[in-house]
């Protein structure tokens, strides 16, 4: 009987890109980072993506997740040559080890101070407001190898220095 309870959490290793890249330079890499159909993953070359737009600045300036089952290291290596050629900035490439049905996160950022006015007196303090890049994930192990993942993920991006106000 405690050999049918003792048995070990399925878990899964994760990684994701977080990267800046622009329009031109996301259609060379000829991958759409949306879903059309959130129930299921669609697939490109040798990546089966889930993964979604996250627009911060300009039209042509992005920041994106992609969180895929990769054959190889096809999307490693041209993320590094589009890095090479300056055509987009890696800003991070966490990696997660989530258990089955457990929540696991990673947050990447700073605080960025800003001055507060009290009141009348005319006295000011300085808050501080975080300015991170996250995730979190929670993987359901499937039958057949297969993997289900709830994604949330946190764009914060502020410009540095000082906001009176």
């Known amino acids: 009987m405690v050999s049918q309870m003792d048995l070990p959490v399925a ?4 990684a994701a890109h977080i990267v800046t890249i622009n329009e031109k330079s996301l259609r060379e890499l000829g991958v759409k980072w949306t879903l059309a159909d959130a129930t299921q993953a669609g697939s490109v070359g040798d990546v089966t993506t889930l993964s979604s737009d996250l627009s911060v600045a300009a039209a042509t300036s992005r920041v994106g ?18 890095e090479q050629k300056q055509q987009l900035d890696i800003i991070a490439s966490p990696r997660l ?13 700073s605080e960025i101070p ?6 009348e007196s005319g006295a000011t303090s300085v808050e501080f407001k975080e300015a991170v890049l ?21 764009p914060e991006c502020s410009r540095s220095g000082t906001t009176t106000g």
């Open 11 to 14: 878990q899964v290793e994760l």
């Open 65 to 82: 997740f992609n969180i895929g089952r990769i054959n190889g290291r096809l999307l490693d290596l041209e993320l590094s040559a589009l």
């Open 97 to 109: 080890l989530a258990s089955h049905l457990q929540p696991a996160s990673i947050k990447q950022g």
């Open 114 to 119: 800003y001055q507060v006015s009290s009141g």
């Open 134 to 154: 996250g995730m979190e994930v929670t993987p359901t192990v499937l039958q057949k190898g297969r993997i289900r993942l709830k994604v949330t993920y946190q």
